[in-house]
């Protein structure tokens, strides 16, 4: 008799356990992530890790395109989106501003941000520049990187012509400007497809390694519910790691999400983008915390920060967390 008691004690204890523990398929965390952008390789890693890996971790998560106007930090703060994803620096600027937004991950390690001219100009290196015409994009991410990358480079800012330019191609293949920012693995697709021989810049082989593109929330997200955070980045980085593994299933995924891409384009930027993916060390997501530091002095003596603390924007407590256990 005792021993039957007994059996049914550890039955209950058992069941309990196992009531307790997340199983797959039962949803226990709902979020929504607000991409930056228009749906591109860009956001190949988010698609799948959606649509293969978030049950896996008891979430239901929906992913929502962006656009030229859309701004991810205004949606997050007012509560429409749990999680957005766009450039560090606005992030940072935001934070300054007292928005207090905390960065839980790097998608873009290092920022693709780089520079290109046609072949028949021989603008080769950053001098080249002097007494040339170069495009900018004004607040963007690419126009932080450009005036640091001349600063650094010891280039003659008082010896160039700034062109403001819109967010295409057509001031450069019309000859109207002889440098225009590029995002590695975007643009420079476009003008192979194209047939335009280029020359291509990038700041990381002169020393200058910035963060881009960053997964965040609003502190009180973090504190409330950090389990489902925890929840979000695994199924992020398990999105991008299979991304990587597998460029032609991401782009398929992505192609079912979005319809209207061109998925032989977009597989050919993933190929290009797979460095600039696939994180510090080989580990998507997460990046070198001396490159936050050096970026934010860097933005400081810009002028484009004052008195931001990167320390207490940053928390990758929950990608470290996902490596550990996976390894």
């Given at each position: ?316 407590l929950f990608i470290n967390r996902y490596y550990s256990e996976k390894h």
């Amino acid at each position: 008799m005792r021993n039957r008691i007994y059996s049914v004690i550890i039955l209950i204890l058992i069941a309990g356990c196992s009531q307790n523990q997340p199983q797959e398929g039962n949803i226990k965390f709902q979020a929504s992530l607000r991409f930056g952008w228009f749906t591109s390789l860009s956001f190949s890693g988010e698609v799948t890790g959606m649509k293969e890996f978030s049950s896996k971790y008891n979430l239901d998560l929906k992913c929502e395109p962006g656009s030229e106007t859309t701004d991810p930090i205004k949606l997050v703060l007012a509560g429409s989106n749990t999680f957005g994803v766009i450039a560090a620096d606005k992030i940072l600027a935001a934070n300054e501003k007292g928005a207090d937004l905390i960065i839980i991950g790097c998608v873009d390690y290092p920022l693709p941000g780089a520079f290109v001219s046609k072949k028949e100009r021989h603008i080769t290196k950053p001098k080249d520049w002097e007494g040339k015409r170069v495009g900018v994009l004004p607040g963007g991410s690419t126009d932080y990187l450009y005036r640091v990358f001349i600063k650094k480079t010891g280039v003659d800012a008082n010896k160039i012509t700034e062109v403001p330019i819109p967010f295409d191609l057509k001031p450069f293949i019309n000859d109207q400007i002889d440098v225009q920012p590029v995002f590695v693995f975007d643009e420079t697709v476009t003008l192979e497809q194209k047939g335009i021989e280029y020359d291509l810049i990038e700041p990381k082989n002169y020393g200058i390694v910035f963060p881009g593109r960053c997964y965040f929330c609003k502190r009180a997200t973090i504190e409330k519910q950090p389990e489902m955070v925890q929840a979000f980045i695994n199924t992020m980085a398990d999105g991008w790691n299979e991304a990587l593994k597998n460029p032609e299933k991401a782009i398929k995924n992505l192609k079912e999400f979005a319809p209207e891409i061109n998925e032989e384009r977009e597989l050919l930027s993933l190929m290009k983008g797979i460095p600039y993916f696939k994180g510090y060390n080989d580990k998507p997501l997460t990046s070198n915390i001396s490159d936050w530091q050096t970026m934010v002095e860097d933005l400081k003596e810009l002028g484009m920060l004052k008195s931001v603390d990167v320390s207490t924007s940053l928390n990758f407590l929950f990608i470290n967390r996902y490596y550990s256990e996976k390894h």
